[in-house]
């Protein structure tokens, strides 16, 4: 059999809405024009995501011949007291800055919105659109849209020149409004839009520009809960950088770019989305929706007790095959990233090796025994100022890795992969914080250098994980749990000071999979294809790199070797 092709566009089969999916503006013209049916006055209340089209929305809506319409955006604070008042959350760091605890209404004066509550009272008939940013603010209308975009496409947006949302800074770089938007805009949004996701009568569906798609709030729902009872994988994104490699273009099939391709995020709730297929008709939308609306079937109440509407796995591949080292780094230890950034837990990781290729494939792990702070930094800041590079296998382990060793990286570990190691991340999801103190003097794909960050860095260090500690904690840590007539399972990690635990699966035939009361996120690490099966769920199959989420809701499944053929899955859980 040839190898079978990696899916970069999967969907998600729903059950009992065909022809549910409008699309285009006509078709979602109709279904509006539906819902205002049998009223003197409709109020069309259209909140948007920020960096959803408003112009195409309204473009979308005007032919409804509409009686008044009230754009919210201009009910908002001006824009440079919006950037004063959110300028400590973003602070002066080119990549950090702290979670914001506010909330949308805080740039909503009441007057303004009382002063458009009377606007609509004054109109006697017709529809009347209060559409943009922050339109739920304003009343929650006869009938309740939601503009709806995925995180992956606002990044494409800022990177084609967007602007964030009622900001008086223009022309910043792509990662300064990625910034804006994980501290400050998207918190905002998240928060509205689980508000308004049990009660919004249409979904709208902006994330491919020019071709919207509808559906309505009763089956987006019902998609949403069908989803988080079986197994499922969620959209995959690719991105090129200045160390990546090639694996993933040869073995994805990935369109040609003039580049490489480093990261993949396939499995990151927060940042990938899922299609939705209503019966041919499809809608993307972003995974964290399934989050924020079905958290205890998809996390599990134990899961769900801890977090909240949080996804606490994240499974993504960095690509070196053929490339460069990642930069050297490590992550903030707890109390560090809650002190200084406002988040609850922080990026505990591993790095599992799905393949290497080339010559001598490594990984850089702890601090050398004997390694001095003082000198490690001397050298360090020396680098960063021009003067000799930092000579990182002076002070940092550097140790030969092979396919399936699986590198633990509890937070306060310095570390990164060398060249020529595909590697499957498994890691807690804060995926931002990471601290990079030397990045072998290159500049990144923009022509410019990457941002070092050596005070943070040198302050999270763990200096007692040296040489003797990290064999003995963090590499070959791999032991039996079962073997018997199914196969083989067993536990590959993670450290104790982890949340999750993996679990290697090996078997030709069918292994049973207990629960224990967590999500499980799981990829094909060996073999062609396996299938999931499960008293509550059609058989799902998972190809070759594939991630997919088994949601708590599924039950106890089974992994299947439909050829009988040896395959290897690895699967995450939250500890208990």
Same mark, same amino acid.
């Given at each position: 059999?040839? %190898? ?21 503006? %006509?078709?979602?013209?109709? +279904?509006?024009?539906? /819902? ?62 702290? /979670? ?15 002063? =458009?509550? =009377? ?9 009347? #659109? ?70 919004? !009568? #249409? ?8 071709? &919207? ?12 809960? +069908? ?12 991105? &090129? ?11 994805? !099939? ?22 939705? !297929? ?5 809608? %993307? ?7 924020? =609306? ?29 490339? +460069? ?21 922080? %990026? ?55 396919? *399936? ?45 990457? &941002? ?18 990290? +064999?003995?904690?963090?590499? *070959? ?22 949340? #999750? ?30 299938? #999931? ?44």
């Amino acid at each position: 059999m040839s %190898q079978l092709s990696y899916r970069q566009f999967p969907t998600i089969a729903i059950e009992g809405f065909p022809n549910a999916v409008h699309t285009g503006a %006509q078709a979602i013209r109709e +279904q509006a024009v539906a /819902l205002c049916r049998g009223r003197e006055r409709t109020v069309i209340t259209a909140e948007c995501y920020p960096g959803a089209d408003q112009e195409e929305l309204l473009a979308l809506l005007e032919p409804l011949g509409l009686a008044a319409v009230i754009h919210s955006d201009e009910l908002a604070l001006p824009p440079e007291e919006i950037d004063g008042a959110i300028a400590r959350d973003l602070t002066e760091d080119p990549v950090f800055g702290i /979670l914001t605890t506010r909330r949308l209404e805080e740039f909503f004066p009441e007057a303004n919105l009382d002063s =458009s509550r =009377s606007r609509i009272e004054a109109v006697p008939r017709g529809i009347v #659109l209060v559409y943009g940013v922050g339109a739920s603010l304003v009343c929650r209308g006869d009938v309740l849209l939601l503009a709806d975009v995925t995180r992956w496409e606002l990044q494409l947006r800022f990177r084609r020149g967007m602007d964030n949302w009622r900001t008086a800074r223009r022309g910043l770089s792509q990662r300064e409004k990625y910034k804006r938007g994980y501290f400050a805009e998207w918190r905002w949004a998240d928060r509205v839009k689980d508000r308004l996701l049990p009660e919004m !009568d #249409l979904y709208l569906d902006m994330t491919a520009e020019g071709r &919207p798609a509808a559906v309505s709030g009763g089956a987006y729902r019902a998609a949403l809960e +069908q989803a988080a009872g079986k197994p499922f994988r969620m959209v995959p994104y690719f991105d &090129p950088g200045v160390w990546g490699g090639d694996w993933m273009k040869t073995h994805f !099939d990935l369109p040609e770019n003039g580049s490489n391709y480093a990261w993949s995020f396939d499995g990151v709730p927060e940042e990938n989305s899922l299609l939705l !297929d209503f019966g041919g008709g499809t809608v %993307q939308t972003p995974a964290l929706n399934l989050v924020l =609306s079905q958290p205890r079937r998809l996390l599990g109440e134990r899961v769900h007790a801890r977090y909240g509407k949080e996804f606490p796995i994240r499974f993504d591949m960095l690509d070196t095959i053929h490339g +460069q080292n990642l930069s050297l780094q490590v992550h903030p230890l707890t109390e560090y990233i809650q002190e200084h950034f406002n988040m609850r837990y922080t %990026q505990d990781e591993s790095y599992y090796i799905l393949d290497t290729e080339g010559e001598d494939p490594c990984v850089y792990l702890g601090v050398k025994t004997g390694a001095d702070p003082q000198e490690m930094r001397s050298a360090l800041e020396e680098a960063q100022a021009g003067g000799r590079p930092f000579p990182a296998e002076d002070f940092v382990n550097r140790l030969p890795v092979k396919k *399936h060793d699986h590198v633990l990286i509890p937070a306060g570990t310095v570390h990164c992969s060398g060249a020529n190691t595909m590697v499957l991340e498994i890691s807690a999801t804060p995926y931002i914080f990471t601290f990079k103190m030397w990045d072998w003097g290159r500049l990144d794909l923009d022509g410019k250098p990457r &941002p070092i960050h050596l005070d943070h860095g040198l302050a999270n260090i763990q200096w007692d994980r040296d040489t003797q500690w990290v +064999q003995e904690n963090l590499v *070959h840590q791999a032991s039996q749990v079962y073997r018997g007539e199914y196969g083989l399972v067993e536990r590959t990690g993670l450290q104790e000071r982890e949340p #999750l635990d993996t679990f290697r699966v090996s078997t030709a035939g069918e292994m049973p999979i207990a629960r224990s009361g967590s999500v499980h996120v799981l990829n094909l690490v060996e073999g062609q294809r396996v299938l #999931l099966t499960g008293g509550d769920f059609p058989p799902f199959e998972l190809r070759y790199a594939e991630t997919c989420v088994v949601p708590e809701a599924a039950g106890d499944y089974h992994i299947v070797s439909p050829d009988g053929k040896p395959v290897q899955v690895i699967i995450a859980c939250v500890r208990k």
